[in-house]
């Protein structure tokens, strides 16, 4: 049984950062590709990254490039999703989701960060 | 980027009717589609991958096909359980990119 368990909600202020964790339990960490999607309130999904880490290999979405960072930690059968430069238009419910025959099968509980002053 | 355009934004429909949501992709990406459900508060949920496979849990009446660049979800004989909002999503080419989701409420 594949879970994703998700960090607790955050609230940050503008120009910092945020880091939210995704445990995952079930299958063999490491040998599937972990995506990040976020729901700003009221809007549709929007895909964030992907990392890879049997592979190495971690994509970005353009929008996000320089302010994301996606990060595994083997051990703890954690993924970390860290944004930083935060702005208003961040806040939104962040998703962690499996890949499983190259698709998002298996989705976190969602994480929502507010960024307000 | 694949631009995913979806129709309708919103769609009235009672228990019992058919529905059909498309989504139409700005380039070719046969059969790299799918579709997820989402309800309030929710996480989504995928339904259907490439084009047409049902994930092994979802019920038969969704279903999935394609014609060029256009997709169609279709839910036959809705179930009160089916109103939520649907997305399709591509995942030929980075980065992936959603439609902007089909609201199914109560007509």
């Known amino acids: 049984q594949v879970q994703l368990v998700q960090s607790g909600a955050e609230v940050r202020m503008p120009g910092s950062s945020v880091k939210v964790s995704c445990k995952a339990s079930?299958?063999?960490?490491?040998?599937?590709?972990v995506s990040w999607v976020r729901q700003a309130p009221g809007q549709g999904l929007e895909w964030m990254g992907e990392?890879?880490?049997?592979?190495?290999?971690?994509n970005y979405a353009q929008k996000f490039q320089g302010r994301v960072t996606i990060t595994a930690v083997e051990s703890a059968s954690t993924v970390y999703m860290e944004l930083s430069s935060l702005r208003s238009e961040d806040t939104a419910v962040y998703y962690c989701?499996?890949?499983?025959?190259?698709?998002?099968?298996?989705w976190g509980q969602g994480t929502l960060v507010t960024v307000s002053s | 980027d694949i631009q995913m355009t979806q129709s309708p934004s919103t769609l009235s429909a009672s228990v019992g009717d058919r529905v059909t949501i498309t989504c139409r992709a700005s380039?070719?990406?046969?059969?790299?589609l799918a579709w997820y459900q989402q309800k309030p508060g929710k996480a989504p949920k995928l339904l259907i991958y490439?084009?047409?496979d049902l994930e092994s849990a979802v019920p038969s009446r969704f279903s999935g096909s394609a014609s060029g660049t256009d997709f169609t979800l279709t839910i036959a004989g809705l179930q009160p359980d089916d109103f939520a909002t649907y997305y399709c999503?591509?995942?030929?080419?980075?980065?992936?990119?959603f439609g902007q989701g089909t609201k199914v409420e109560v007509k």
């Open positions: 989701a499996r890949i499983y025959v190259s698709v998002l099968w298996y």
């Open positions: 079930g299958g063999i960490f490491g040998s599937y590709s």
């Open positions: 990392i890879m880490p049997l592979a190495g290999k971690i």
């Open positions: 380039q070719s990406l046969s059969p790299w």
């Open positions: 490439k084009t047409s």
């Open positions: 999503q591509q995942y030929k080419t980075y980065p992936w990119t």
